[in-house]
């Protein structure tokens, strides 16, 4: 397990913006892909969003597709999800998530490794 490290929740109210930072360990080497999957208790696990780490391709879901920006850095280890135009319905714990193999044809929430999360809260 390669510890990933999650920044950046809290609360705000509809309409405002987060932003997540999720940073992998310096010995951290060959991450494919990473993303964002977020849980709310009792409900199934989204992926919201992932990054193809070779060629920056993105995905998104379409609950959060044109207010959800995903970005990575030129190491590759580090990821920032920009959240604007909040919802109420995207109050959820996200994770971070990153894999080594075949990963951009799976789905997020299965990714290799994960962080401990990170609560985003909106208001309304």
């Known amino acids: 397990q390669v510890p990933l490290v999650e920044s950046g929740g809290g609360s705000v109210q509809s309409g405002g913006s987060l932003r997540l930072s999720c940073n992998a360990s310096e010995q951290t080497h060959n991450i494919r892909c990473m993303g964002w999957f977020r849980q709310v208790p009792g409900k199934e696990r989204e992926g919201v969003a992932a990054i193809r780490a070779a060629t920056g391709d993105t995905y998104y879901a379409a609950s959060v597709k044109g207010r959800f920006t995903i970005s990575q850095d030129n190491t590759k280890r580090s990821v920032t999800l920009q959240m604007n135009s909040l919802k109420p319905d995207d109050t959820a714990m996200y994770y971070c998530?990153?894999?080594?193999?075949?990963?951009?044809?799976?789905?997020?929430?299965?990714?290799?490794?994960r962080g401990q999360g990170t609560q985003v809260t909106v208001s309304s």
């Open positions: 998530v990153a894999d080594w193999g075949s990963c951009w044809n799976r789905p997020i929430v299965d990714y290799a490794t």
